[in-house]
């Protein structure tokens, strides 16, 4: 008799198993399952978040904390974590937990009100971002890992509440918050960059970053795992409105999708933005070396136009000495010069305050373009890689010669008003120790023999 219950027991798991181990739909109808009613959340996720001192902990307070959640993993984007926020419309803060379960869908559907209890659990912080879960030691560093999933339901509970229907924050590239991290958030008028048109969505069997781009050419990316259902499906090629979970690693945003119905792109794609102009109203207007201080160094620029100009795409290069090729960089992209106004650029923020008395506009660092002794050439170009200004004779050295600036300056003639392709002499006044014919061999001095920031003669 025992030996006949026994095989029933055995027979029982085993078509237990021929039933549900061998699914390999996520689609399945979820198991039934018992819903907390007697809960009650005690703790807000600004508190627990503030437990944490710079080191991962385990939670030893009775702490409930509630949130809805907002991931899901039915088509395999998401692995072994819950994303979840503090409300299921317009939140202020996420949370994510690590867990040992998979087909997390079944059991935490989105749009399900969760509590998890936090005592034993572990808290830390990877990448700038707080998350809780099991413990994970490595080399005797201690961070959280997965949860158990022998223990999963003795700290996650169900709420006996209907599922909420989570509706995502709208909010644009350019305006990302921290407290939205872990939560459902919703892009409009975006679409995929199109140099990656014609890939799929991620790479097989690898975490795959893509290209989300707006119509003011701001972008962000769009994560993808190589084990996702839809991993070989092409990028779509339209624009439109996209939904899914913002995710941070320190200040760089990523957002992941739950399945192929987040993404909404039938509208035409954005019409190429022209955003950058070139113009010869922009020029170099003063150079310094002063004689008494390196650090007051600087390169002025002048707009001489009756309106502002963006310098997106613009550089200014250094040939140092009699070199051919460029020494250095400075991209002036992100800056506009306003209009009939200065634009000065200082290789040392700190001492150039200190001597003329308030900061530059740009601080470009050592061995920059700003940071000439006097002997080298300067070449500003436009966006379109033209050139828009010179001081130089590019593959000579300045020493001795009528462009040389060393131990003083060179300044821009009052009527000149454009830019020169090639370097005139006669539209510069130059002062230095040692120059050529017609220069004036002064050493000049900070800050009294300079004005920086004012078109005028000292």
């Not at 003639?413 to 040692?434: H, L, P, R, V």
Request: glycine share 6%; net charge negative.
């Amino acid at each position: 008799m025992k030996r006949t219950q026994e095989t029933k027991i055995w027979i029982t798991i085993y078509c237990s198993v021929l039933l549900f181990g061998c699914v390999k739909d996520r689609n399945f109808n979820p198991p039934e399952s018992s819903c907390a009613s007697v809960l009650i959340a005690n703790a807000t996720y600004a508190k627990v978040k503030a437990l944490y001192a710079d080191e991962t902990i385990q939670i030893q307070e009775d702490l409930i904390i509630e949130g809805y959640v907002v991931s899901s993993d039915i088509e395999g984007n998401f692995f072994n974590v819950l994303h979840f926020q503090n409300n299921f419309v317009a939140p202020t803060e996420g949370f994510q937990i690590e867990i040992d379960v998979r087909d997390t869908h079944l059991f935490y559907p989105v749009g399900s009100k969760i509590y998890i209890k936090l005592k034993g659990l572990y808290l830390g912080k990877s990448k700038d971002v707080f998350k809780i879960g099991g413990v994970f030691t490595a080399f005797g560093n201690v961070s959280v890992g997965r949860l158990p999933a022998a223990v999963v339901n003795q700290h996650i509970s169900v709420s006996c509440d209907e599922k909420a229907i989570v509706q995502p924050v709208q909010i644009s590239i350019d305006n990302l918050h921290k407290r939205l991290t872990n939560t459902l958030v919703q892009f409009d008028n975006i679409e995929i960059i199109e140099e990656e048109l014609d890939l799929p969505f991620a790479v097989e069997r690898e975490e795959t970053e893509r290209t989300l781009i707006d119509c003011n050419d701001n972008e962000t990316t769009l994560l993808n795992s190589g084990f996702s259902d839809f991993q070989p499906e092409l990028l779509p090629n339209k624009k439109g409105s996209i939904v899914g979970v913002l995710l941070r690693d320190k200040k760089n945003y990523r957002l992941a999708i739950r399945s192929l119905e987040d993404i909404d792109f039938n509208n035409e794609r954005c019409e190429d933005l022209i955003d950058e102009f070139t113009s010869n109203a922009i020029f170099i207007s003063e150079l310094a070396d002063p004689n008494n201080s390196t650090g007051a160094r600087f390169v002025e620029l002048y707009n001489s136009a009756n309106e502002p100009l963006s310098l997106k795409g613009w550089q200014l290069y250094r040939y140092t000495n009699g070199n051919t090729e460029i020494s250095s960089t400075l991209n002036l992209s992100d800056i506009s010069i306003a209009a009939q106004s200065t634009l000065v650029i200082s290789p040392n923020v700190m001492e150039f305050e200190l001597i003329y008395g308030f900061a530059p506009d740009i601080t470009a660092g050592t061995n920059s373009p700003a940071d000439s002794n006097g002997d080298d050439n300067l070449v500003l170009i436009d966006p379109f890689g033209n050139v828009i200004d010179i001081f130089g004779v590019i593959g000579e050295d300045g020493t001795g010669t009528n462009h040389e600036f060393e131990d003083g300056r060179a300044q821009r003639n009052m009527n000149i008003t454009t830019g020169n392709q090639q370097y005139t002499f006669s539209e510069w006044t130059i002062y230095n120790d040692s120059g050529g014919s017609g220069t004036i061999n002064q050493p000049q001095n900070a800050p009294n023999d300079f004005t920086p920031g004012d078109r005028e003669q000292p």
